[in-house]
């Protein structure tokens, strides 16, 4: 398994991620021997596609995964907004990202951009549809592209829909959403699942990524779920993709980053 941490291209509402300067950052994580980079990106269209390949090729760093939840948490796009223009504009933005993702041969994550459900029960059935149309679409869209999909359950504190492994796998089963994966975080699953080692055993086919936080939302090792269990566990259902630290940069961005590899490579 390798290492990677989850990055922001420019400052956001979203706390649960570092928004340090990239360029400063990537050749800080390269010193201390992460193998990749997940990009939290608002706009793809600001990227500078040639400066972003420079950057991480001279940082010997692989862009890993695209996190789109800026769209929701800054700009209030979701898939499953009543607004029908909101909901255009949130595709648009994902196919955008999708193209981007083309460029570098990574995933493109769907966690908040899914909205929540609100309203009548009529106008959340409404919503549902919606969502799933909107992802049948764009996952058709990815697949055109060479590009798979990862879609995040998150806590109930943070969306009603697709809170654990098992609702999301349902979901994408349901509506064959067949270029779409699995991306567990365990800061989520420690509030949702059951069992952290069950759900990864249970879901082990379907696993495309894997977030890492403790308890708090802090680095590995400042909660309470045992990570020495859950890399015993990944290596026993045969993961091999990437293990990316995202949560709060705290105290700072550096020393969050060196808790996290330094833990990490200790389990």
Partial sequence: MKLSFAISLSPTKFSAISSANWKKSLPFMKKLGFDGVELAIKDPLT?????????????DLKLVAIGTGQAYVDEGLSFSDLDPGIRKKAL??????VDLA???KCYVIIGLVRGTLAGTAAERKRQISSLAGQLQDLSAYAKSKKVKLLIEPLNRYETNIMNTAAETAGFIDR????????????FHMNIEEKDLLKTLTLFSSRIGHI?????????????HINFKQIIKELKK????????????????????????IHYMRGV
């Fill in 237 to 260: 259902i045969g993961y091999k993709g990437y293990l990316s630290g995202e949560y709060q940069p705290l105290p700072d961005a550096p020393t969050a980053m060196k808790k996290y």
């Fill in 102 to 104: 083309a460029q570098f």
């Fill in 175 to 186: 509506h064959r959403l067949d270029n779409c994966y699995l991306l567990l975080d365990t």
């Fill in 47 to 59: 990227v500078d596609i040639a400066d972003l390949q420079l950057n991480l090729q001279k940082n």
């Fill in 92 to 97: 648009l933005r994902m196919k955008k990202q």
């Fill in 211 to 223: 977030h890492i936080a403790d308890s708090n939302r802090l680095y590995p090792g400042a909660g």
